[in-house]
């Protein structure tokens, strides 16, 4: 449900620092045009599309929600292209939850708010003081660009909804899969994520070959957005490795 300015300008400013830095919207979404793929598959095929006409041969790719899922099967089909992943607030293939989304936690995507934009305070941010008034530095610096990129349109949304369900109900609990991806990953995410469950940090963290976890604490499904500052480094860290 994110389009191009729901990117942080803190973390991509911090990237861009010392480092090229390019954000997309996929086929389909909010201003790109083309049709929203309606599977996990098709949406990484998509993103390799935009990378190879880049003519880009190999980047490193940081991605959270929706969008980790679609790195680890863009890695997985295509792992020449991907020297690096980092992997926020996602799961694997088969994850727990992963498009059985709870009824109550659903709805706070469909609140009606004075401003529009404060619907992510309780999806991306924990209930605690601290937490939310790092949610509304967020979406001030969010907010603060006036030229805004289109919204995301409800036929993108359900395709989206059906992706994810669909690559959520290929079960295997041994997350063989995972095994071939042998790119160092950062695997990064809140303690207690509403959205995409914590526990499929661990379950990438343990399965993968060559993966790091860190957990930030008081923190919800926009860990990165909560601890901007402490993510950069940590992801530079990892990066420059």
Known sequence: MGNLDDHDPALTDAFAADRAVILFNNAGVASSTGTTPNTIEQAARDAATFIDA?????????????????????????????????????????????????????????????????????????????????????LARMMARKDRDAEVSMETVQAQATAIAAYGAQKDETYAHLKDLHQPTLVVNGDNDIIIPTINSYLLQQHLPNAQLILYPDANHGAHHQYPELFAQHTKLFLDA
Do not use: C, N
């Open 54 to 138: 880049l003519r880009l041969k190999t980047v490193d790719l940081l991605a959270h929600s929706m969008g980790g899922i679609i790195a680890q099967q863009l890695a997985l089909d295509r792992p020449e292209l991907a020297r690096r992943l980092v992997l926020v607030g996602t799961a694997p293939r088969g994850g727990v939850g992963l498009g059985a989304m709870a009824p109550e936690t659903r709805a706070l995507f469909f609140q009606t708010y004075e401003h529009q934009e404060e619907m992510w305070l309780p999806i991306l941010f924990a209930p605690s003081e601290s937490s939310q008034a790092a949610g509304r530095a967020y």
